[in-house]
């Protein structure tokens, strides 16, 4: 697919990227550092970036009023989001106080853009095609978290109307050397010891990392006044079987796909629970995992796409990169990340 090329704006200088050292953040820092200068806030250290990032927590509102000096705008990707984040009061203290300190320090420091990375958990399990008007229901701690630092925005702008927000709900993101649930999904399937559980009809709404990036960008050139909302899926969704069939033909071997009731396979999930409750160790398998596998995520894009956004890469195409990066050559020896 022809790669879209986006005007570079001189009107910003510096970008500060809170969060910046994990899975997306190092891949939206290689794209953006050729055009801007970056500062990286986060509470590790970035493998790719140690010389422009600088080590503060979300929560620490004095060191990052300090570190958010000179920039231009601020991109918050930030976030608790595992499934199996305990205490649980992580995902309020770090999605929702972390989103205050960000806009007071912003305000400290005179700063009025800011582009926000959401989810789209807000609207919660098996919801007909939301578009960003659809009411949001989230159902787990993240959702909620996330749908709680979205509010503090919204009550923001109405005493901030000068300022510009861009809030970008995205899918669940996958790509090369992301070790999260779509990486397990996939490792499961090439490994042929995959179990569909249900009947493998439900859709699956997937984002690639190279297209999250590029989009990033565009809301920060093109973007640059009021209050915008965006789901980001890369479409056309796939089904468990369409996403087998693809697996099965960029890997070139046959897949044999095995299925498991539901009810069975919520049964597995449990045992696992109780499992982990038991040995106080985390298990890959659990009744959360079963039900949102089976969950069927789709979500409308149409805004995207009106906006004149083109994402540089096909769901396929993002597959395909990830998969041979992943299974046919060896990204053993590579650093990884580990997220959902």
């Known amino acids: 697919m022809k790669k879209v090329f986006i005007p570079f704006s001189n009107e910003i200088k510096r970008i500060a990227i809170i969060g910046g050292s994990g899975f997306v953040g190092t891949r939206l820092i290689e794209l953006?550092?050729?055009?801007?200068?970056?500062?990286?806030?986060?509470?590790?250290?970035?493998?790719?970036?140690?010389?422009?990032?600088?080590?503060?927590?979300?929560?620490?509102?004095?060191?990052?009023?300090t570190w958010l000096k000179d920039a231009d705008l601020v991109v918050l990707?930030?976030?608790?989001?595992?499934?199996?984040?305990?205490?649980?009061?992580?995902?309020?203290?770090?999605?929702?106080?972390?989103?205050?300190?960000?806009?007071?320090?912003?305000?400290?420091?005179?700063?009025?853009?800011?582009?926000?990375?959401?989810?789209?958990?807000?609207?919660?399990?098996?919801?007909?095609n939301p578009n960003e008007e659809h009411p949001t229901d989230p159902f787990n701690h993240y959702g909620k978290s996330k749908w709680l630092a979205e509010q503090v925005l919204k009550k923001w702008y109405q005493s901030h109307s000068d300022w510009n927000i861009n809030i970008l709900r995205p899918t669940v993101i996958f790509g090369e050397r992301n070790r999260g649930n779509v990486y397990n999904l996939l490792k499961q399937i090439s490994s042929r010891k995959f179990m569909m559980v249900g009947n493998g009809n439900n859709k699956k709404s997937m984002a690639y990392v190279g297209n999250i990036?590029?989009?990033?960008?565009?809301?920060?050139?093109n973007k640059q006044n009021g209050y915008n909302v965006y789901n980001y899926i890369d479409k056309p969704d796939l089904t468990m079987n369409e996403l087998v069939f693809h697996v099965s033909k960029v890997l070139k071997k046959h897949i044999p796909s095995v299925h498991l009731p539901y009810v069975l396979g919520m049964?597995?999930?449990?045992s696992f629970d109780f499992?982990?409750?038991?040995?106080?160790?985390?298990?890959?398998?659990?009744?959360?995992?079963?039900?949102?596998?089976?969950?069927?995520?789709?979500f409308d894009a149409t805004k995207?796409?009106?906006?004149g956004f083109q994402p540089p890469y096909s769901l396929e195409e993002g597959l395909a990169r990830t998969l041979e990066f992943e299974f046919i050559h060896d990204a053993s020896e590579g650093f990884v990340f580990y997220s959902e």
Do not use: C
């Open 32 to 65: 953006l550092k050729q055009n801007y200068n970056i500062l990286n806030v986060d509470k590790q250290q970035s493998v790719s970036f140690p010389d422009i990032t600088v080590i503060a927590n979300v929560l620490d509102k004095d060191k990052l009023s």
């Open 77 to 128: 990707l930030a976030a608790e989001h595992r499934d199996d984040v305990s205490p649980t009061s992580l995902y309020y203290d770090v999605n929702v106080e972390g989103m205050k300190h960000t806009l007071t320090a912003m305000e400290e420091n005179r700063i009025s853009r800011i582009v926000f990375t959401s989810s789209v958990a807000v609207y919660g399990l098996n919801k007909e």
């Open 213 to 221: 990036v590029v989009f990033i960008r565009f809301l920060i050139e």
């Open 267 to 270: 049964l597995g999930g449990y």
């Open 275 to 298: 499992l982990a409750w038991l040995t106080h160790k985390k298990r890959t398998i659990s009744s959360v995992r079963i039900k949102k596998f089976n969950a069927t995520t789709q």
């Open 304 to 307: 995207v796409l009106s906006a």
